[in-house]
């Protein structure tokens, strides 16, 4: 990853500790600033990032400067040092004067390679926004502030325990949770679903949570993910540039944990943007499912070639509570994660998701469709949750059938199953 600019580093006085780490790792050149001057100097230097050092600062100062950084394009990482308050929204929290009191036997990075990591972890969304922007056309307007997490991310709350409902409550208010009560529950969400982020609560041993962290490590799919712990004695000493060891209350842990988790989910929807223009633009980079109109095109097209050579094709409707918005977005998600590669599908405005299963009779599409609701049931305290569960009906495709006359009849069963 090449670096597209200069680090700033606002500081109150000399030059803090954290900037050797940056001489060590290679991330240069490096321009300090005061806070006086750092609004400025963010329009003078154009940085590819900013460090700021919030010791000495007042959180006005800090909130005039995230919003200068704000309006930056693309994406300019603001990583705030021990911050003492909540941060803004677009500030990313790094703490390097937390408490080692214990040490790690899977150990393998070290204090002072984190900051580094961080960094580099906030520049790779950079650039990953700079190819999404240069390759948009028409050129639009992206940015994170675009980004709501009660709307577009969703965080693995893993725990037991008399903090867990407090913990679910606090991210639940800002974001989309799925609950987990045990490490094993974990690990099939994190398999079957699109995470933003994990908080790790209180209720498993050092040994449990030393394991589960170091296959994080281990698994290139989740070792940028924001890992928040909030329970343990735990050296923040893995392969894991977005972990923070949070001591505090949900309150302090969600704080901590909701500007990495919100970063990710900005970093996730320019990965499907990337997807969506590699497609010419025929799937919804928020689903990652077929637009309506490609999904149209497909759709004829594919009972046209099955009445053409014979075989099966199934058509399955998910509908979504429509007083719960989140269910019709993260089933969607689910669904373009989980389908097999010869079905497709989208996302319809009346709250539902209709997906085309190819070379599938009715009952090999009940078994699927099945399958995929299934894993749609959850809530933040792991228990099942009825408003996340889809209303589901299937058709299948008989010989005299059209696009139309097989819509129509899902249509049809659909509005018995509701009745």
Known sequence: MSQQGPILVVST??????????????????????????????????????????????????????????????????????????????VIPFFQSQVFQSQVPNAQQGGSDRLAARLRAALRVRSLHATVMRRLVPATPMALSHIDPARDATVLLIGRGGAYPALSVSLGERTGVVGALSIEAAAKHLNVRDIDGIVLGEGFSLRVVDAFLTVLTEDARFRNLPVVVAAGDLAPAYDLPNLEIVSGDAVQVAAVGLPLIRQHAFEAHLSRTLKAIDADGLIDARTGL????????????????????????????????????????????????????????????????????????????????????????????????????PTVTVATLLPNDSAKSLRSRLQEDAQRAAS
Not at 56 to 75: C, F, I, S
Not at 361 to 371: E, F, P, Q, T, V
């Open 13 to 90: 006085a000399k030059r803090p500790s954290f900037a050797a780490t940056l001489d060590v790792a290679s991330l240069f050149p490096v321009v300090e600033s005061g806070w006086t001057d750092a609004a400025r100097a963010v329009e003078q230097v154009q940085p590819a990032a900013v460090l700021a050092e919030t010791s000495g600062t007042n959180a006005a100062g800090l909130a005039e400067l995230a919003m200068r950084v704000a309006a930056r394009q693309p994406y300019l990482p603001l990583i705030a040092i021990d911050p003492q308050n909540p941060v803004p929204d677009n």
């Open 290 to 389: 077929l637009t309506p109109e490609a999904f149209e095109r497909d759709f004829a097209s594919a009972i046209y070639q099955t009445q053409q050579r014979g075989g099966g094709l199934s058509v399955a409707r998910f509908a979504f509570d429509l007083g719960h918005p989140r269910a019709q977005f993260d089933g969607a998600r689910i669904i373009s994660r989980l389908m097999r590669q010869m079905d497709f599908g989208t996302a319809q405005d009346d709250g539902s998701v209709v997906v085309v299963f190819a070379e599938a009779d009715l009952k090999s599409a009940h078994a699927i469709a099945r399958r995929l609701s299934s894993v749609m049931r959850h809530t933040s305290h792991g228990q099942r949750d009825a408003r996340s569960e």
